[in-house]
C-alpha cells in the first residue's frame, strides 16, 4: 500500500514538531486528561489538514497555525463546559445503595395499597 501525500506530511510533522507540540499542549492546557485530550485533537486536525496543504508556506508555518486554532478552540470549549456546569461521567457519583425512582414510586405504591 503506497503512503498518501496527507500521511507523509503528517508523519513528517510529528516527526519534526512531535515533542514541541506536546509542549504546547502543556502551555494550554494543566488537567493532565485534558493535555492527552489536546494531543490528540492536535494530531488529527494535523491530518485531517494536509488534505488541504498546497505548499505555498513552510511546514512548520502550517504545524502552527492549525495547531494554534485547534488549541484556542478547544480552551474555548472546555470553558464553555464548565461555565455550564458540565461533568464528565468520571465526575459522577452514583450511590449503587440509593433506591432508584421506580423503586420509590413502587414502594410508595405498595405502601398505600396496605
Not at 494543566?30 to 498546497?54: C, G, M, T, Y
Not at 513552510?58 to 494554534?68: D, E, F, G, I, P
Not at 457519583?93 to 433506591?99: G, R
Request: charged residues 30%; aromatic residues 8%; proline residues 1%.
Amino acid at each position: 500500500m503506497t503512503e498518501s501525500k496527507q500521511d507523509r506530511l503528517f508523519c513528517e510533522a510529528i516527526e519534526q514538531f512531535g515533542g514541541a507540540l506536546a509542549r504546547m499542549a502543556r502551555g494550554y492546557e494543566a488537567n493532565p486528561d485534558a493535555r492527552r485530550d489536546l494531543e490528540q485533537e492536535l494530531q488529527v486536525a494535523l491530518w485531517q489538514s494536509f488534505e488541504r496543504f498546497d505548499g505555498r508556506c513552510s511546514l512548520s508555518t502550517w504545524v502552527w497555525r492549525v495547531a494554534h486554532n485547534r488549541a484556542v478552540s478547544f480552551v474555548v470549549s472546555q470553558k464553555r463546559h464548565r461555565q455550564r456546569g458540565w461533568s464528565s461521567i468520571e465526575e459522577l457519583e452514583i450511590s449503587h445503595d440509593a433506591a432508584s425512582t421506580i423503586d420509590d414510586a413502587d414502594e410508595r405504591d405498595a405502601m398505600a395499597r396496605i
